[in-house]
Every structure is written in C-alpha cells, then in structure tokens.
C-alpha cells in the first residue's frame, strides 16, 4: 500500500513489489473530470474528411475525375476511426482527447500517400495491404483499450516482455535477408517486422525495471573525480540492464538495422536519465554513442557507405552513376518548395526502391510543401507532447517512464527517419509512424497510440497538483 | 523526476525543431541548387509533359507530338521530316535538339517567359505554358521542288525572297528522317550511331552549315567589284585580257573550258564564264576592294542567324597577286555556304541591297496570338544600285543565251551565274555543280525569287559536271514553284 508522506523513491526501496500496489485514485475522492469526447470525435470528423479531401485529390490531379473508391475509402476509415472513438468512450473516457485523432489523420494521411504512389507502380499495389494492416493496427488498439484496464498490470509482465522482445528480435536471424537487412520475417505470404514490435515491449520492460530499482541506480555507487553528477551505480544493479541492453544491439547489428538499433539506445538513455536524474548518464550515454557511432561507422561497410552518402550526397552523380536514393528525396523535397506541387503531381517515384516505406516522408515534401511536411512534423510534435504531459500528470513512476518511453520511441523515430531522408543525419531505414508503408509499423504504433489513452487517462483521472505527484 | 521528464521534452522538441530547420534549409534555401541539378530528372520530365509546339509551313504543321505514355510523355513526330530536317532540325529526347528546334526552344517547349499572360503568373500559379508555334516562311512548294530536284544526290539548295529575306526553301541531300531521334528508346541510339557513321553525313545541313568552293558563280561579286570599282565601265568594252592568263608572280597559266574569251567584253566574259578574265579582273581591282564587296554580300561575316547559325562563306583578305586572281573565279580560300550564294544572286535582284535571311515569319502561342513577329532588315549594301542594274543584265544574258539557258522559264525575267568548282588535293575531287540564279515573274514589279543550287554530284561523269547541266534544272524547278505560287 502506498504511504502518504513518503518519497517516491522511499516508497519503492520499501517496497519490494511496487506494481501490487492499489490504484492511488481508489482511496481519494474522484472530481469531475472534464471528459472532452465530443472534442475527440468532432477531431476525428476532421481527420477523416481531410484524409478523404486528399484521396479525391489525388484522383483529381491525376485522372481528372474523383476517384471511384473515395466513399468506400472515407468509409472504411470513418468506421475504424469510430470504432476506435467508441472504445475509448467506454473504457477510457478521461483519455487526452488528441491522440486518436492525430493517429487517424497520419494513419489516413499515409494511406493517401502510398495510394498516391501505387498510381505510379501499377504491378505493385500496397495500399490495400496497408488498409488491412491499419485495420489490424485499428483491432489491437481497440482489444489493448478495452482489456488494459490499467497500465500498472504491465509492470508484472516486465520479464515476459523483455523475454518476448529479445526472441522477436533474434528471430529473423532464421530468416533470409533482404536488402542487406535481416529485419523481416516472411510467414504465408506476409512479411513481419518483429523488431516494431520489440520496441514497445523493451519500452514496457526498461520502464519497469527502472521504476523499481530507480532508487539504487540514482543513489548508490561510486563518484568519478568527486563529482557528484558524474556517479556511477554499482555494478550489481546496472549489471541487468545493460548485459539486456548490449544483447538487443548486438542483436541489431548482426541485422545490420541500425536505425532500431540507434531508437533503443536512445530510449535507453532517455529513461535512464528521467529514471534517475543523473545528467552522468547522458554523458555515458553519448560517449558511448559516439565511439560506437564511430567504430560501426569505420568498421561496417553497410554503415560506412550510408555516412559517406549522408557527407556527399551526390557524389554517385559526379562519378556519373545518376543519383542515389539519398539525393532523389533531395531533389524531391526542393522541388516541393513553400506549397508543394500538389498531391499526385510530384515525381517523388523517382527515388525508387523504398519510396512507399522509408522514403514517404519525401513524397509528402514534394506534394505538400513545406507548409504540409511542417504541419506533418507538428502533429507528431503534439503526439509527443501529449505522451510527455501523460505521463507529467501521473504519479506512479512506472506509468511516467512508460509514458515518457513510448512517446521518445516516436520523435527518435520521426528524427531517425525523416532527419535521415532529408540529409539531416546518416540515413537509416525505418518506417516513418503511420505514413510509411509497413505492416508491423502501423500496427506497432497503433498499441503505442492506445497505451497512451490508457496512460493518460489514468493521469487525468487522479486528482491533479503541480507537480504530479502525490499529494501527502 | 518531474525536472528530467521535462529536460528529455524539451530534447525531443529540438529534435523535431531540428528537423523543421532542416527541413526549410532543404526545400527553401537549397531547393534552386537542387532543382538545377543535371541529374534531377524533374526539369525533363516537365519539359516532356505537355505535347511540344508546332512548326508550321505553308500555315500547316510539319511536326507533331505523340503521348507514349511514358515518363518522359510527349515525342516528336514529324511529317515529311527529310524534306524538313533541315529546317525543324531534331527534338531528342536523348540527344538535344538542332536548328530550328533548338532556336526555338523556349517558345516550343512553352519555357518562353513571353508564353505568360502576365508577368510573374506562373510562379505563382505553378503552372506551365503550352508549347508555343513557329510560323516559318518557307514556300512549301519551292521546297518541294528543290528536294526532288536533288533527288537525292549529295547537294542543297536556299532560295530567298530577294526583298524580304524570307527564306523560300532550305533543302540539304541526303537527309534523314529526324522522328528517329526524337524518343528515348534503344533504337534511338542506334540510329544516332548509324546516321552518325553514314559517310554521306545525312545530318549534315549543307544549305547553311557547309561551305563549298563556290567556284565561277564567284564571278556575280568580282564583276559587281569591278563595276563599283570603275576598272570596268561599259560592258561590252574589250577587257584587255589575255587567254590563258599566266597567273603574276607564277608561271602557271590558267585557261579556259571554251574558246573566244581572249579579251572578251564583261558581258561575253559573264555569259561564257571566262576565268581568264575574272582572275584578271580581280587582280585590276585589288584585294582591297574585293574583299570589301565580298563582305558587303556577307562574306567574312561569322555572326549570321537564321535564327539559327549559318556557317561563315569565307572570302582571304591576305593573299598574293596570284592567289588573289585564283579568289576572284571563286577558287583558293574562297568559301561560301549555299544560302550565302543565295543571298549573292538576292542583292543582285534586290537593288544592291543584301537583306537579312530568315526562316521565321513569327512566332505564337497555341492559341495562335502572336508572340514576336520578324521585321525586315536591311544588312548591307553590296554595291550601286546602277551596278545592281548592270549585274541583272549580265545574268539575264547568261540565262538568254550564255551557260545557262537550262534555266530559262518561258514568261519570267529569269538571271543567273553557272559554276563548276574544282576542289580536292591537286583538284582531283569531283567538281561541285553550282547554279545561282533569280527569277522575276510577269506580273511582278521586282524579282520574287533567289535561289542558290549546288549539287556535289559524286556520282556524276566527271566532264558532265557543270553547273548548267546538273544544277540550273533544279534551280529552275525552285523558281517556277515560287513563281507559279
């Protein structure tokens, strides 16, 4: 049971077994909580007629007529969104009520595109797929919201998880390797990325496991030259996470994907440091990143040739071997300018292999500017936002750090990626969160999306103070 | 805990500000170097996009555009392109463009900033003109006339309307058809390399783009130096030259192909083109004056467009005394492309005045409203306009009853200068056949028609060759087409 009056961190060094701890709602008076439903469905309307304006856009700029399947299309999405809306009514109905509406226009957004681009690759159609997956995707939200009644059961499942997201990540070893990654899985026809999936489960596993030993990490061990930031824990409690740590990426890099590989040790860093406070591990963490940026960079050829592009990105020009990928989304993104060119009139299929998946985002630059790719960015920004005020306004720290995990997952994703096809950074391929074709992305964050209603509603179904912590 | 969630917030919003800079820098700041990257294929896929503007003959058109479908949508087409080519020239997807095609390219393609309503509107509409057409002044009929007169033996032909300088007819033998340049398939390369490798150079544009020895047709400009000059003053009086001539300075001596020039009156020189007595002649008006004739007719003259270039007719301002006489039968370093001789024959016709050679009436938008028209201007004066008198004479003569009779149109004022140019190492390659020559109608108050023929006629009898024989029949041909038109 929770002690009121005790620290966080005193509460869980008392407590052996923090996650069999009651709810802290159930012994305080429940206030009215504004529910803002109606704001959630009057924005998911929004979503769905945009995605819908867009569809017909396309059709128009290319056919000249309104597409034929605009009303099944505008259905269909209209009754996942709806669905979606129903459940989170029911079963979390003080959930923050932008989440879902953020996660069906990206979702419906993406779907656009990828249409958009299938017009170019008759023999290859992906958005029916995609549609069946962001269905999928759709389902588990709805089955994560109605039977996760409360984030903390997670935490018991810290172990399971992380036994889970190591076995998804070792598995594609048994699998052929495609494009010079080892990341798919191929069963009856349809390839699975288990990697997307692990993300979320390390999320879950990093973030309970810091909840409860948070206080040994932050206050045990050793200083370094006297500084008391730059303490260091003892071996014996960091010993687990990191051996877990250095598996998956060890794991990664025999996959050669090292875009994942650079979001989990991100995370990693992220909940170490709001775990613990210790700004030592940030300067751990990235001189770790650093030297292992530069021996991978160095030693790996795969890698080493993807810095190289990201230095000189046309240097396969000069050498008058036409442009590589890398600089076809360039040229793709400039061409796009202020207002872009208009959804079905860029010519962004030039970037070829990859411009459905890790590329979208460029399709999206040319077609709708920088204005509509800055409007793309800030809804992520608020995803994140609203992930972030989650978990300021819970107070138990495993629901903070899960929290504060799962919306890291997706700027570090959005900044790997889109930073990376727009030369921001090396490239590393990964699918951009909801727009970029990909089964096991979309439904990836589809569970994310609904871990973070049922978080946020958790939040703001306690009583609020400053400072989101309990109040003595 | 509330402080480090906050502090890792604050790191995710600068990553993703990060992005939105990077982003800006990308598709603002950089987007212009981007765009005009080589290898961005987007500039060609746009040119491409949209079916290229027309080139018109006789008001219809002579090229077409044909939607493949592809990435690079819109080919060109064309009909009766060997009759053409040497005007439209081609419109590659793989290899460029030539000529007319690429004189006219920014209205064609619809890039022409004249195309735009109004200033500015299309960046910030982003949309595209329409290719625009180029009306050309060609005389379809006297084009016509002239292809089928080479018939495909190596040679050109240009005719001009003398007062204008609108060009009639452009026609280069052999030619080739230019739609199989236009796309971008593999059998595009391939005839690129064949038409490459022909020894005939079927895309050579010898109308404007070859010069040749241009022989006794030459003679048109010595005798008008020599008019202007005053070293003749009446035609019929004896020119006090000997035959053969003993070039000074040599001890070679040149000849004659007949008899009866020994010092022959201008006019009977002209008529029976004795080179004894033009060599003479020129050598009496000196390097001076006949250089500066020459160029009055446009010789030496490297900047000619029509629009587009013209090779330069060369006419050597440093020569010895012996040289100079070789110049003035146009011989030696005398060179000149077919159209300049066309021009030659026009300043006779035209009074003197050499006008400025053209190819486009005007140009259009798609809907036919006019973008910019050609004026007629007046390049030089080439000699007196009473020497201008004097020089139609001398070709009227030679049409009436001196090497050129061939030429003769029952009804028409037709004057004209036959030539056979030697050429090669020693004079041994076959001699070029020339015949320029200018036609006035009936009912015309001024000649309407020059017209410039050479015919390289490899295949020909080597003694046949002369420019009466072979070349003023298809002059002829010209002619009567223009006149009868």
């Given at each position: 049971m929770t002690k009121p009056g005790t620290t966080v961190a005193a509460q869980y060094e008392e407590s052996p077994k923090p996650w069999l701890s009651e709810p802290a709602d159930s012994s305080a008076p429940a206030p009215r909580v504004p529910r803002r439903r109606g704001i959630e469905l009057a924005l998911i309307v929004v979503a769905v007629l945009l995605c819908v304006y867009g569809y017909c856009d396309?059709?128009?700029?290319?056919?000249?007529?309104?597409?034929?399947?605009?009303?099944?299309?505008?259905?269909?999405?209209?009754v996942l969104a709806l669905l979606a809306h129903l459940a989170?009514?029911?079963?979390?109905?003080?959930?923050?009520?932008?989440?879902?509406?953020?996660?069906?226009?990206?979702?419906?957004?993406?779907?656009?595109?990828?249409?958009?681009?299938?017009?170019?690759?008759?023999?290859?159609?992906?958005?029916?797929?995609?549609?069946?997956?962001?269905?999928?995707?759709?389902?588990?939200?709805?089955?994560?919201?109605?039977?996760?009644?409360?984030?903390?059961?997670?935490?018991?499942?810290?172990?399971?998880?992380?036994?889970?997201?190591?076995?998804?990540?070792?598995?594609?070893?048994?699998?052929?390797?495609?494009?010079?990654?080892?990341?798919?899985?191929?069963?009856?026809?349809?390839s699975l990325q288990p990697g997307e999936f692990a993300k979320v489960l390390l999320a879950v596993f990093f973030a309970a496991y810091l909840a409860a030993n948070r206080g040994a990490l932050a206050y045990t061990g050793r200083q370094i030259w006297r500084l008391r930031r730059l303490q260091l824990p003892t071996g014996r409690v960091l010993g687990p996470i990191v051996a877990i740590w250095?598996?998956?990426?060890?794991?990664?890099?025999?996959?050669?994907?090292?875009?994942?590989?650079?979001?989990?040790?991100?995370?990693?860093?992220?909940?170490?440091?709001?775990?613990?406070?210790?700004?030592?591990?940030?300067?751990?963490?990235?001189?770790?990143?650093?030297?292992?940026?530069?021996?991978?960079?160095?030693?790996e050829p795969h890698v080493h040739s993807r810095v190289e592009d990201w230095l000189h990105p046309f240097a396969t020009i000069e050498a008058g071997q036409?442009?590589?990928?890398?600089?076809?989304?360039?040229?793709?993104?400039?061409?796009?300018?202020?207002?872009?060119?208009?959804?079905?009139?860029?010519?962004?299929i030039l970037i070829g292999f990859a411009a459905k998946s890790d590329f979208v985002l460029a399709t999206a630059g040319e077609e709708l500017g920088l204005a509509g790719l800055s409007a793309i960015v800030i809804l992520y920004a608020l995803l994140v936002e609203r992930g972030y005020r989650a978990g300021l306004c819970l107070r138990d720290p495993f629901g903070r750090l899960l929290a504060v995990g799962l919306a890291s997952i997706v700027a570090l994703q959005v900044f790997v990626i889109a930073g990376g096809v727009s030369g921001l950074i090396p490239l590393t391929g990964m699918a951009m969160p909801f727009l970029a074709q990909g089964g096991s992305s979309v439904v990836t964050n589809w569970i994310i999306v609904a871990l973070l209603i049922r978080i946020s509603d958790s939040a703001r179904r306690q009583p609020q103070d400053d400072d989101g912590v309990p109040t003595p | 805990m509330t402080r480090?969630?906050?502090?890792?917030?604050?790191?995710?919003?600068?990553?993703?500000?990060?992005?939105?800079?990077?982003?800006?820098?990308?598709?603002?700041?950089?987007?212009?170097?981007?765009?005009?990257?080589?290898?961005?294929?987007?500039?060609?896929?746009?040119?491409?996009?949209?079916?290229?503007?027309?080139?018109?003959?006789?008001?219809?058109?002579?090229?077409g555009s044909k939607d493949t479908g592809e990435q690079l949508r819109y080919e060109r087409t064309y009909k009766n392109g060997p009759l053409y080519a040497p005007v439209t020239g081609f419109a590659s997807q793989v290899y460029g463009t030539t000529f007319l095609e690429h004189a006219e390219d920014g209205i064609l393609s619809g890039t022409d900033p004249l195309l735009t309503p109004f200033p500015l509107w299309n960046d910030v509409t982003r949309a595209r003109n329409p290719g625009g057409d180029v009306v050309t002044t060609l005389d379809p009929a006297a084009q016509e006339a002239a292809y089928e007169g080479l018939a495909g033996r190596k040679g050109a032909v240009a005719a001009v309307e003398p007062s204008t300088g609108r060009i009639l007819a452009l026609v280069s033998s052999p030619s080739y058809d230019p739609a199989v340049l236009s796309g971008n398939r593999h059998s595009v390369e391939r005839s690129w390399r064949r038409l490459n490798g022909d020894p005939d150079k079927p895309m050579l544009n010898r109308a404007v783009r070859q010069t040749y020895p241009p022989g006794s047709t030459f003679k048109v400009v010595t005798a008008a130096a020599a008019l202007d000059a005053g070293v003749v003053t009446d035609l019929d009086e004896p020119t006090r030259s000997p035959d053969p001539y003993r070039l000074p300075g040599t001890s070679t001596a040149l000849t004659n192909e007949g008899d009866g020039c020994a010092d022959a009156s201008l006019r009977a020189a002209f008529a029976w083109s004795c080179n004894t007595v033009f060599a003479k002649l020129g050598v009496d008006v000196g390097v001076t004056d006949l250089?500066?004739?020459?160029?009055?007719?446009?010789?030496?003259?490297?900047?000619?467009?029509?629009?587009?270039?013209?090779?330069?007719?060369?006419?050597?301002?440093?020569?010895?005394?012996?040289?100079?006489?070789?110049?003035?039968?146009?011989?030696?370093?005398?060179?000149?492309?077919?159209?300049?001789?066309?021009?030659?024959?026009?300043?006779?016709?035209?009074?003197?005045?050499?006008?400025?050679?053209?190819?486009?009436?005007?140009?259009?938008?798609?809907?036919?409203?006019?973008?910019?028209?050609?004026?007629?201007?007046?390049?030089?004066?080439?000699?007196?306009?009473?020497?201008?008198?004097?020089?139609?004479?001398?070709?009227?003569?030679?049409?009436?009853?001196?090497?050129?009779?061939?030429?003769?149109?029952?009804?028409?004022?037709?004057?004209?200068?036959?030539?056979?140019?030697?050429?090669?190492?020693?004079?041994?390659?076959?001699?070029?056949?020339?015949?320029?020559?200018?036609?006035?109608?009936?009912?015309?108050?001024?000649?309407?028609?020059?017209?410039?023929?050479?015919?390289?006629?490899?295949?020909?009898?080597?003694?046949?060759?002369?420019?009466?024989?072979?070349?003023?029949?298809?002059?002829?041909?010209?002619?009567?087409?223009?006149?009868?038109?």
């Open positions: 396309v059709g128009l700029a290319k056919n000249g007529t309104v597409p034929p399947g605009a009303a099944g299309y505008g259905a269909g999405l209209g989170v009514r029911r079963r979390a109905p003080c959930a923050d009520p932008l989440l879902l509406p953020i996660g069906v226009l990206l979702n419906g957004l993406g779907l656009v595109l990828i249409h958009r681009l299938d017009l170019e690759t008759p023999g290859h159609r992906a958005a029916p797929v995609q549609l069946v997956w962001s269905t999928v995707g759709v389902a588990l939200f709805i089955v994560v919201v109605v039977l996760l009644r409360d984030h903390r059961v997670l935490q018991r499942y810290a172990y399971v998880c992380v036994t889970a997201a190591l076995v998804l990540l070792a598995l594609p070893i048994f699998f052929p390797s495609v494009n010079g990654a080892r990341i798919w899985i191929r069963i009856a026809g349809f250095l598996l998956s990426v060890g794991v990664l890099v025999l996959e050669r994907d090292l875009g994942t590989s650079l979001l989990f040790f991100g995370l990693f860093v992220v909940l170490l440091y709001v775990a613990t406070g210790r700004t030592g591990w940030i300067a751990v963490g990235l001189l770790l990143a650093a030297l292992g940026a530069f021996a991978v960079g160095t030693l036409g442009p590589n990928q890398l600089s076809q989304s360039l040229f793709a993104f400039a061409a796009g300018g202020l207002f872009g060119t208009g959804l079905g009139l860029g010519h962004s | 480090c969630i906050k502090h890792a917030a604050v790191f995710c919003a600068l990553l993703l500000l990060a992005l939105l800079v990077n982003i800006t820098r990308v598709q603002l700041v950089q987007a212009q170097r981007y765009d005009d990257n080589p290898a961005n294929r987007r500039q060609v896929i746009a040119r491409y996009g949209r079916p290229r503007g027309a080139i018109l003959v006789g008001g219809r058109p002579v090229t250089a500066a004739t020459a160029a009055g007719f446009g010789f030496n003259d490297p900047g000619l467009r029509v629009p587009f270039s013209v090779a330069r007719s060369t006419f050597d301002r440093h020569v010895d005394k012996a040289q100079l006489a070789l110049s003035a039968i146009g011989q030696y370093n005398t060179r000149a492309t077919p159209l300049q001789m066309a021009m030659v024959s026009a300043a006779v016709a035209n009074g003197g005045q050499v006008p400025a050679p053209y190819l486009v009436e005007r140009t259009t938008t798609v809907n036919g409203t006019t973008v910019a028209t050609s004026g007629v201007r007046s390049r030089f004066r080439a000699m007196h306009p009473s020497t201008a008198v004097r020089m139609r004479e001398l070709m009227r003569d030679v049409v009436e009853r001196g090497t050129g009779t061939n030429a003769a149109i029952p009804g028409a004022t037709v004057g004209g200068k036959t030539g056979t140019a030697q050429h090669g190492v020693g004079n041994s390659g076959t001699p070029y056949a020339w015949f320029v020559s200018w036609a006035q109608g009936e009912q015309d108050v001024e000649p309407t028609v020059a017209v410039a023929v050479v015919v390289e006629d490899a295949s020909a009898d080597r003694t046949d060759i002369s420019g009466g024989g072979v070349a003023a029949p298809i002059a002829r041909a010209v002619m009567e087409a223009v006149l009868g038109g």
